[in-house]
């Protein structure tokens, strides 16, 4: 089943413990991205990338680091977790790097709560 | 000016209503244009994406787009319970961004 998974769904840590959201697809997508969503905001894009070893900061990477070594592999660091990073965080790819431009697959989000 | 603007709703509609949800943009030189479907708790799913200006139809929903006005819609027709969610409308941005608004709540009464 073409899909994009992360792991782990729901994760509760507390300030200052590094941690690691993963996001996989088996799409063999060349563009990935990572979005926060909180109440009232919407989604926002934290990074993308268009290709491997490609990525970009999207609208609010502070605080958050990513990297592309495979083509399938987009993890998302959180180095310093600090409260405010409290959300929910999807994941998702497109076929092509106009990942602006077309459909994007999202998985199905990871719920994290900074203590 | 946000970058792409919604209604926040909620939209309250009765079963068989058309519904209509609206966006803005900022950015003249978007060129791609969507709307999602998300379900509470669940991750958002493409239900149209529009490119020209003009309408695009595709079963009960219809995508309108006027880039001179940097408006787009959704129309639902005969709305359903099941159609009760949140709609987000999205927009390419420089490179390879992806730009949505706050979304849209959408109630649908049995």
């Known amino acids: 089943e073409a899909q994009v998974t992360q792991n782990p769904r729901y994760l509760i840590t507390v300030t200052g413990k590094k941690l690691t959201v993963t996001c996989s697809q088996n799409m063999n997508h060349e563009y990935m991205s990572w979005y926060r969503q909180d109440p009232g905001l919407g989604l926002r894009q934290i990074y993308y990338?268009?290709?491997?070893?490609?990525?970009d900061k999207g609208d609010v990477p502070e605080g958050y680091k990513v990297s592309r070594k495979e083509k399938r592999n987009f993890p998302l660091i959180l180095e310093s977790p600090s409260p405010n990073q409290t959300s929910l965080y999807f994941c998702?790819?497109?076929?092509?790097?106009?990942?602006?431009?077309?459909?994007?697959?999202f998985g199905p989000g990871t719920r994290l709560t900074v203590l | 000016q946000k970058e792409v603007e919604q209604n926040s709703g909620p939209l309250s509609v009765p079963e068989g209503a058309i519904a209509s949800l609206n966006c803005t943009y900022s950015d003249r030189v978007s060129q791609s244009f969507f709307w999602y479907r998300q379900y509470s708790g669940k991750s958002p799913e493409l239900i149209m994406s529009i490119y020209s200006n003009g309408d695009k139809e595709d079963g009960r929903f219809t995508a309108q787009l006027n880039k001179a006005s940097q408006y787009v819609s959704l129309l639902i027709r005969d709305s359903q319970p099941s159609d009760s969610a949140t709609y987000l409308c999205?927009?390419?941005?420089?490179?390879?961004?992806?730009?949505f608004g706050q979304g849209t709540e959408l109630s649908v009464k049995p």
């Open positions: 998702a790819s497109s076929l092509t790097p106009r990942g602006g431009g077309v459909e994007q697959f």
């Open positions: 999205a927009v390419n941005g420089q490179g390879g961004k992806l730009i």
């Open positions: 990338s268009m290709n491997v070893e490609v990525t």
